[in-house]
């Protein structure tokens, strides 16, 4: 079993980063692709990014392609998401996610129906 602990989250102005972890517990992320998926409040959950569990292949939504960076410690059991040029659209609260469909394959799957294990999500919010 996977446990997965997010945190990073808050209160930042338009403009202004933030940088997301995500913590493995109960077995490592090692071999595992990881998502990072968004829900914003009366919308459905949607993808954000995704890395490979060589870190060699990395996946974003066109929303924020440019201002977002994922990456994984080279241990791999902690995945972050670098948040650039935040905007108030951006305000959801995020969530990481693995499955073991990806263990030592390149996929990396948008459709969060895809993923297994999920942390409890952090809040982001923007204010304009």
């Known amino acids: 079993q996977v446990e997965l602990v997010e945190s990073g989250g808050g209160l930042v102005q338009a403009g202004g980063s933030l940088r997301l972890s995500c913590v493995a517990s109960?077995?490592?992320?090692?071999?595992?692709?990881m998502g990072w998926f968004r829900q914003a409040p009366g919308k459905a959950r949607e993808f954000v990014a995704g890395?490979?569990?060589?870190?060699?292949?990395?996946l974003y939504a066109d929303s924020v392609k440019g201002r977002c960076t994922v990456s994984r410690d080279s241990a791999g059991n902690t995945v972050y998401l670098q948040m650039n040029s935040l905007k108030p659209e951006d305000t959801a609260v995020y969530y990481c996610?693995?499955?073991?469909?990806?263990?030592?394959?390149?996929?990396?799957?948008?459709?969060?129906?895809?993923?297994?294990?999920w942390g409890q999500g952090t809040q982001v919010t923007v204010s304009s």
């Open positions: 996610a693995s499955t073991a469909r990806t263990m030592y394959t390149g996929l990396i799957y948008y459709s969060s129906a895809q993923y297994d294990y």
């Open positions: 890395i490979t569990w060589t870190g060699g292949r990395t």
């Open positions: 109960g077995r490592t992320l090692s071999g595992f692709s």
